[in-house]
């Protein structure tokens, strides 16, 4: 027997997932307890399975998803696929100040004692060398949404002729493969983070924005602040219209307002994340990645 198992809060995208595999999509059971604890059921246990969760607000989803894994293997499940459009904890991948924890490697190695393979979509990694080295010893496929993104957006007129920014370095290969195939320009920013909630953007001499279009491009919005610092350097530097696109919508309302008011007209994301600006799903590009990698469930 084959299922896709899960969670509440992303059933829509877990089911759409489910669908394109041909497999039937089963509700992980959870019931929380008043001191806080999670009681996870599954019922009933497939021979081979997906399990699907995303792993924002990751710190609860992660014992439950660890829960299910166990009550799925122990139910005897030989196969067992975890699909995490978002991953956590990606981004502390070395102890930058005494003391510290390398979140990276212990989360990683956490999941891969659980499942036998996984399947994320753009992970943060800035100098993990890919996302194998992230889970030792099990199979790890990262999917990029970047040439989705683009052909997205490939139809649309605002585009034309649009300026596609990347906030920092890291992100100029990406957004290099989003603007390629439209035929867009590039222009890298240069980001300072001088806290959580302070971020500081400076646009390359040279950018000619003025009067064109602008889509501001990352992989995540959390705070909000490396988009806002963006949008407010484009509109400075003359930009008609500021959009938006990442593939992990982190934020809420309170942000999204923030974003409005920093100049940015429309804000997207994939569904990675469940998020009022979910405009492009990923099912189809996570069950090509099961298939490739053996993780379609038999
Ligand atoms: C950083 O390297 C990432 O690519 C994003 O720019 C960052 O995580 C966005 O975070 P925030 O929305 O909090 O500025």
Redesign the pocket.
Known sequence: MQALYGFPESEGAARRLADRLGIPFRPVGLHRFPDGESLVRIDPPAGSAVLYRSLDRPNGKLVELLLAASALRDGGCRDLTLVAPYLAYMRQDAAFHPGEAVSQKVIGRLIAGAVDRVVTVNP?LHRTAGIAAVFPGIAAVAIDAAPAIAERLSTEAAMRDAVVIG??E??RPWAEALARPLGLAVVTAR?TRRG?RD?RVDLPEGSHLAGRPVLLL??????????AACARAAKAAGAARVEAYVVHAL?GHEVGRRLAAAGIERLRSSDSIPHPSNDLELAGLMASALARTGGSPR
């Open positions: 943060h906030p920092d890291e992100s980001k959580d971020v990352d992989d995540v919005a959390s705070t909000g602040e490396t988009l934020y």
